[in-house]
């Protein structure tokens, strides 16, 4: 039989036993041949499960033929992490949205298909609190986090979506069901696979339900917005804060070229009177009395380190500083028609090594690159924008690009700090691991996907997404936040 014959064999059985779950017409495949990264790779199939026995029916007959099986949850990475680039079939697991708060054991149990801040919003009601908080969290989804082990604003106080999932349940390549952990607060019983499968991109296993931990929620913040002479100063803060006895919330990071961008995008000066220099938005939260005690010191170090600062007594002026760190972003889509937007992460005491690394980028390669992002744990974004029908800028962009990678790996960083590999970063993965550790690591894939069919081309295989043709599309969450276009690389 060829391999034609076989899809089609293998797509009648799934019509057999899942009926219109699964849909072949050409417009339901070409809505998931793209994510995020807008390079667009047409399945044969797109089956959009309703429960969870359904993954194992599909992931059986995808092994037993040997055909690549691609999850999406929103299909928002920026990564390719959701391009079905090797064909076969897409599992849109949206549909597993079912969702419980055990409020006594402070759990949540969620399919992959719940959005992040419905979740958030959720637990609210109860008084507790989901931090992860990844800036997609209105429309991305908790299997998505779970992929990519996602992180946010405020990973600096409380960690990634690894330090809060306590038992995934979900289907082996084989389509057998398993479960890794326990709604426990400890577990020392076994191999911890359930850590594997966090940030394995959907290569290892298919994630069905999700238990995570919740914590009490702050009742209080504050939010304060400072300039600072130079780079070196910013960049201390994450050492300073913590000699004080501070842990913000948020410690987030723009840096002299994305403040002068955003200034002329806006046609007003954050700080009057002040020239383009380094910001830091700070966030504290807690209780009343802990954020009033915390917010005092801040205050004392803010009067002695920064040129000048403000601080949020309201909710609407929190906004008007928030807006400072949206505006970072959106102010670039003015620049270039494509934004490459890297989420490389160092050690705290190399920010400064990096951020001056940029610089040197920026002027030798006639590149436009600002930096922004989350330096109270040294994962900071660096935007190269460029011209993607300009070949001769586009190749700029793409050496600057590597020379960035090398240099992040130098200082003992990675790569990704929470978009994770996908396509866009698979050309600068080995150079991050040494021959045993790649070994070791595809050893793991084969062990557990023997016949390649989770998420194949994903992590290990090299793609140039700067080789390809976007297609024109804006995603529905483009519209609503008016971002500009932006894939990854």
């Known amino acids: 039989m060829t391999e034609s014959n076989l899809g089609h064999s293998a797509i009648d059985q799934l019509c057999r036993q899942l009926g219109d779950c699964v849909e072949t017409e050409f417009a339901e495949r070409e809505e998931v041949s ?70 006594r054991n402070q759990v949540a149990y969620c399919g992959p298909g719940v959005v992040v801040a419905e979740l958030q919003a959720e637990a609210a009601k109860d008084g507790l609190f989901y931090p992860p908080d990844p800036s997609s969290k209105k429309f991305c989804t908790i299997g998505g986090n779970i992929a990519c082990n996602a992180g946010g604003l405020r990973c600096v106080k409380y960690g990634v979506t690894r330090d809060y999932v306590l038992a995934l349940q979900g289907y082996l390549a084989s389509g057998e069901k398993v479960r890794w952990g326990r709604a426990t607060r400890k577990f020392a019983t076994g191999y911890n696979l359930r850590d594997l499968w966090v940030g394995s991109e959907g290569t290892l296993g298919v994630v069905t339900q999700a238990t995570l931990r919740l914590i009490d929620l702050p009742k209080h913040t504050a939010t304060f917005l400072g300039v600072f002479e130079s780079d070196e100063v910013a960049l201390s803060s994450p050492n300073e804060l913590r000699k004080l006895g501070l842990r913000p919330s948020i410690l987030e990071y723009l840096d002299q070229w994305t403040i002068e961008c955003l200034q002329k995008y806006v046609g007003t000066e954050v700080f009057p009177g002040i020239d383009p220099k380094p910001m830091l938005l700070i966030e504290l939260d807690g209780s009343e009395r802990e954020v009033a005690e915390q917010a005092s010191v801040l205050t004392g170090w803010m009067e002695s380190t920064a040129l000048a600062f403000r601080s949020a007594s309201t909710a609407e002026e929190a906004e008007k500083i928030w807006d400072v760190r949206r505006q970072g972003s959106s102010s670039m889509k003015k620049l270039a028609s494509t934004k490459l937007n890297e989420d490389v992460v160092v050690p705290l005491d190399k920010q400064v090594e990096l951020v001056q690394c940029v610089d040197g980028l920026r002027e030798k390669f006639g590149i436009k690159i600002g930096v922004f992002g989350h330096c109270g744990d040294g994962n900071l974004h660096v935007n190269l924008m460029y011209d993607e029908e300009n070949a001769e800028e586009t190749a700029r962009a793409v050496a600057a690009l590597k020379e960035l990678m ?16 996908g396509l866009a970063k698979t050309p600068f993965v080995r150079e991050q691991f040494n021959q045993a550790e790649w070994s070791a690591m595809l050893a793991v894939k084969k062990a557990l996907d023997p016949n390649n069919i989770l998420n194949p081309g994903k992590i290990f295989d090299v793609f140039h997404p700067w080789e390809q043709k976007k297609i024109s599309v804006t995603l529905s969450w483009e519209l609503e936040n008016e971002e500009p276009k932006t894939q990854e690389a």
């Open 406 to 421: 090398s240099q992040v790996i130098q200082l003992g960083g990675a790569i990704s700090g929470e978009h994770g590999v």
């Open 34 to 103: 793209y994510d995020g990264l807008k390079i667009s790779c047409l399945p044969d199939a797109v089956i959009r499960v309703k429960e969870d026995s359904q993954v194992g029916i599909v992931l059986k007959i995808a092994n037993e033929h040997s055909i690549a099986v691609t999850t999406r949850g929103a299909g928002s990475s920026l990564t390719g992490g959701a391009t079905p680039i090797r064909g076969g079939w897409v599992l849109d697991l949206s549909g597993l949205n079912q969702m419980e708060i055990d409020e």
